[in-house]
Every structure is written in C-alpha cells, then in structure tokens.
C-alpha cells in the first residue's frame, strides 16, 4: 500500500502539537535508557523524527528570525523540509551525537539549517543557519572523505549520499556559519524582543 501524503491548505502543525511530540519523544528515551541501566540489554536509541527536528527549526525561525512565512513543507505541497517565501526550500539536519549528517545526492535547497541536539536531554539545543544552496560551489567543494579527498560534488556524481559530521563541516565553512539559536526547549516559543534604539 502506498504512503500518501494529505496535502493541507495551512499548515497545522501547532506549538501544541510539537510539545506533545517533543514530550512523547523524551519519554521513549528516557525510559529506554532506564531500561537499559536496569538491565544492561543495549537497546539501541532511534534517532529524533523528522516531524520534530523540523518543527522545532520552524518555531526557531519564526521566534528567532521574525519569518512567519516558514511552513512545515511536506504539509501544504511545498519541496523541502521547511519552505519559506524569504529562504525558498530549507534543508534540515538534526544530530544528538558527534556521527555523520547524510545528504541525497539529488537534494535540492537554497539554505540549510543544523540543529544541534548533543544536548537535548540536558535542555539545550544550538540552531546554526549556512546561507548555502546545494548548487553553490562552496557547498558542492565540501571535503566528505578525508583520506580519498572526495568531495560533496564527486560523491553526488556517483550516485552516492554524501556523508560528513558537524564537526568535519563546520571548521570547512565556519565563517558562512550563523547561530540562530542556543538554549532551552521552550525558548524556541519566545519572540526575541525588540531592542530599542539607543539614545546619542
């Protein structure tokens, strides 16, 4: 049977529904690795769902770059993770551990966004933006694999999905690198305020 996506008029995927998600999510972990302390079974944790990872990155932009225009894309029939009418087509990659982000070699973006959960169980999350489309000469020179010297471009030609970690990549293009965000689950639902002008 085929897995068919409803296409909605808005997107409907509410704060509302992202602390229930994000609430459910914690609980499996944590209670996983309860089990696995208790009993010392090495049940094998899965990684945060896409529906999560690219939430919490709209809530992010919406509070944090005052775009309203984000929408959780495979909602409304939009290409991406995340569609805006300022960024166009969004990239999201999530990690919660130091392995690599995968990358289709036919993804097609014009930003893209890494949201940094190492920390997530201890309240702490990192939104980092790369103002990088995946047919930028930068993106398509990134190092993949450091012994071949194969890059982004060379693996995406074979047919491949090319593979790196935040920690080969960001010191590739550090400079391109924004912080967007840095701190607490519940942060992400707070506008940043405005700062007044100073005074002469």
Same mark, same amino acid.
């Given at each position: 049977?085929? @897995? ?7 997107? !409907? ?9 994000? #609430? ?6 944590e *209670?996983? @690795?309860?089990?696995?302390? =208790? ?14 990872? =690219? @939430? ?6 919406? @509070? /944090?770059?005052?775009? *309203? ?7 409304v ?15 999201? /990659? #999530? ?5 690599? !982000? ?8 014009? !930003? ?15 939104? %980092? ?9 930068? %993106? ?6 450091? /012994?071949k =010297? ?15 970690? %935040? ?14 965000y =840095? ?12 700062? #007044?002008?100073?005074? #002469?």
């Amino acid at each position: 049977m085929k @897995n068919s996506k409803k296409i909605l008029k808005q997107d !409907c995927y509410s704060e509302v529904i992202l602390r229930l998600r994000y #609430a459910l999510y914690k609980d499996c972990v944590e *209670k996983t @690795n309860q089990i696995n302390k =208790e009993t010392g079974l090495g049940i094998r944790q899965f990684n945060p769902p896409e529906d999560l990872t =690219e @939430n919490i990155t709209k809530f992010i932009l919406h @509070n /944090k770059r005052n775009d *309203k225009s984000v929408v959780w894309a495979r909602t409304v029939g939009k290409p991406g993770d995340l569609y805006s009418d300022i960024e166009q087509i969004i990239e999201v /990659k #999530a990690f919660t551990s130091d392995g690599p !982000c995968s990358f289709g070699p036919k993804k097609v973006f014009q !930003c893209i966004y890494f949201l940094d959960m190492q920390e997530w169980l201890d309240d702490k999350i990192v939104l %980092w933006r790369i103002p990088l489309s995946n047919t930028s000469e930068t %993106w398509k020179g990134l190092k993949m694999n450091k /012994k071949k =010297e194969e890059t982004h471009d060379d693996q995406s030609k074979q047919g491949r999905r090319p593979h790196i970690s %935040w920690d080969r990549l960001y010191p590739q293009i550090s400079t391109l690198c924004e912080k967007v965000y =840095e701190g607490t689950f519940e942060g992400i639902f707070r506008p940043t305020p405005l700062v #007044a002008p100073q005074l #002469a």
